[in-house]
Every structure is written in C-alpha cells, then in structure tokens.
C-alpha cells in the first residue's frame, strides 16, 4: 500500500486518525490520491455472489475456472487463479467450509488460516495491530446466536482445528473486522463484498468527510472530494450522508460501535431542511418548524437512538414564499407514508437500482 499524502497522529483529547502533514505541505488538492491499498483479507458477499463473480478479482464470471484441490475457488481465468494462488494455499483446505459461514466470519477464517500458515505472531497480530476491537462493547451488544459466544462457536466449528488459536485471541481480531471491515462496491455502487484495509481504518469517520472511497476490484483508493488544509484531519464517512441524524448514529452504532459527534450530526437545521416539503401551491420549499425535529439519544450499555419526527399536526405551518397555511389532514397523513416510503428506501442502502434511486431524487 502506498500513502500518498497524509501524516498519522495521536494526541491528546483527538485520538488517532490521519491529517494533511503539518509541514511542508501546501495542502491536499481535491482529487488527490490519499490512500490506495489492497485489502489484508477479503471475501464476496454471502449467497449468489460466491457463485457468480471471481473469488481473486471480484468481476463477474463469464467462464470460470476452479481451484484443482477444493473445487470451490472460483476465478475468471487462470492468471487470476495463478495469483491467488499466494492468499488461497493457506486456507484450501478448509476453504469449502468457510462458504457456509456468514462473511464477517468467512474473512475471520481466511485471516486465521494466513496467520496460521505465516506463523504470524498472536500478540502482535500482523498489520491487524493498530485497529480498534471494541471487544467489550461487542460482548455486551447481542445475545443468543448473536452473541459473539456463539459467532465464535460457530467459526471453531468450520475450521480445521490446528488453525484456531485461544479464544480471548479469536474474540480480538473478530471485533477489529467487525469495527473496522468496509463494504467493497462495485461500479454501480453495490455492495458486492468486504474487506480489511488497516491503513484505510485509520482515517476516522465523520458524516461530513473530505474525502472518498472508491474501488477498483478489491483494491481501495481514497481521494479528497475538497481542499484539505495543512494539519487538517481527514475524514471518511463510513455510512451514506443523506441519512437522517438519527438513522446515521443508529447505523454507525450498530455498525462500528460508537456515537457520532460530528459537525453534521450537532447540526439540527440540516435535518429540518432535509425534511423540507413542497408547498401545495407554489411549489417552494417549506421546512418543518425548529424544534419539531427531535433526536432522543440515550447513551447506556444498551443505546437506544430514535427520531421522534413524524409530520404531526403544526410541524409545518405557513409557507413562506406565498403564505399558504392549510397543511390539513389528508396532507399529514400522505407525508407520512413518503417518509416510511423514502426512509425504507435510504435503508436499503439505495444498492438494489441505483437507476431507480437517481430518477427518485430527480
Ligand atoms: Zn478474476
Ligand atoms: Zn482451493
Ligand atoms: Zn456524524
Ligand atoms: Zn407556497
């Protein structure tokens, strides 16, 4: 991996993340190649996608070729199963069982079977050292065949067992993936895999980045998307923007463990724009009145994040551009149904048509 442009840091009351270097740079210019990395491990999405695209490069098969020993390896062609060839001899063996397994459990699997064959030291744990684990928060979060007891379980049970280390150690690397794996996207902006890129975890997440994340195959490269300041942090988002406040912190959350305080997130007045409607005779936008917005963010072991905005009766009072005022009933309860509607359709991740999600933003 290269790191074009960019210093590491870590102080005090900042934490650990990645700014433009301090000295000797005049700036990072948008479009700027940031990052560029392979990721340390990978694996398609679970289901139809193991069947349909090349485990090495991740394009969709149009003949394919398998790996001779497990026959569960599939390739476009023979270089890519030639150069996989160096990531897949560890684990194809146990390869075919890792399929049944859901994918953060399937990348545990191949990381454990390349520690295993590369005698990676368990303390130090390779390039996966310097990520978080959230190890604690995880144990906490779910509980039955959630729980990361029985992910755990799970795991030991698909694996060939001279591969398994301890299991405080198994814990460990399974919270730095489940922290820190991103969604790999494929052209369309589809989801198609994820991956481990320890380099790319170390830019942190606000839900007004700087920058973006685009991949070519299982490859990542991250490019500023504005001017970058000398000594400013670079920042990533993890999650798609035009979520509201409320769904976003859910996500991330749920997702990365932790509480987004960015600039975006204490911005109310954003959220009440998003919410904006059309007046009913003009045309222009109305917002929702200040104040009718309200995030309850309750912040326990079990955190609970709810947006109580619906469009109740005076949330939306006089139109301002023509001063129509009789937002009645049958209005109320029709943008009720749009916002489930458009809610439902953010929460899909907008991945199944992204032809569809355009001409609905139109
Ligand atoms: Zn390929
Ligand atoms: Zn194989
Ligand atoms: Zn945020
Ligand atoms: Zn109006």
């Not at 955190?303 to 005022?325: H, N, Q």
Request: aromatic content about 8%; glycine content about 6%.
């Amino acid at each position: 991996m290269a790191r074009i442009q960019g210093e590491l840091f870590c102080e005090i009351g900042q934490g650990r993340g990645i700014r433009c270097n301090k000295k000797g740079s005049s700036g990072i210019e948008p479009g700027t190649l940031i990052v560029k990395e392979e990721p340390y491990s990978y694996t398609l999405t679970d289901g139809e996608l193991l069947r349909t695209r090349c485990h090495y490069c991740l394009k969709r098969l149009e003949t394919s070729v398998s790996c001779d020993a497990c026959r569960t390896a599939k390739y476009c062609n023979e270089e890519c199963k030639k150069t996989a060839k160096f990531h897949h001899t560890p684990e194809c063996r146990g390869y075919s069982r890792l399929m049944n397994l859901p994918e953060h459990l399937r990348v545990m699997g191949r990381i454990l079977y390349k520690m295993h064959a590369r005698k990676t030291d368990m303390g130090a744990l390779g390039p996966l050292s310097s990520l978080v684990s959230n190890v604690e928060t995880l144990k906490n979060c779910e509980e039955g065949i959630t729980s990361l007891d029985s992910k755990m379980e799970c795991l030991s049970q698909h694996m060939e067992k001279e591969a398994l280390p301890d299991r405080a150690f198994m814990e460990e690397i399974y919270g730095k993936i489940a922290s820190n794996s991103f969604a790999i996207l494929d052209e369309n902006m589809c989801s198609i895999g994820i991956g481990v890129y320890p380099q790319a975890s170390m830019i942190n997440h606000s839900c007004k980045s700087n920058c973006i994340g685009m991949f070519y195959g299982p490859q990542i490269q991250i490019r500023a998307n504005e001017f970058i300041r000398p000594g400013e942090q670079i920042f990533h988002g993890y999650i798609p923007p035009l979520l509201p406040t409320a769904k976003r912190q859910e996500k991330l959350l749920k997702t990365y463990h932790f509480l987004c305080q960015c600039a975006d997130c204490r911005n109310t007045e954003r959220d009440r724009l998003m919410r904006c409607v059309k007046c009913p005779d003009c045309s222009e936008g109305v917002a929702p009145n200040a104040g009718s917005l309200c995030t309850v963010v309750c912040l326990s072991s079990e955190t609970i994040i709810k947006s109580t905005f619906r469009s109740t009766d005076g949330v939306f009072k006089t139109c301002e551009s023509c001063g129509f005022a009789n937002f009645d009933a049958d209005f109320y309860e029709e943008m009720d149904i749009l916002i489930e509607y458009a809610d439902n359709i953010l929460d899909k991740e907008q991945a199944e048509d992204i032809l569809f999600t355009i001409s609905l933003s139109k």
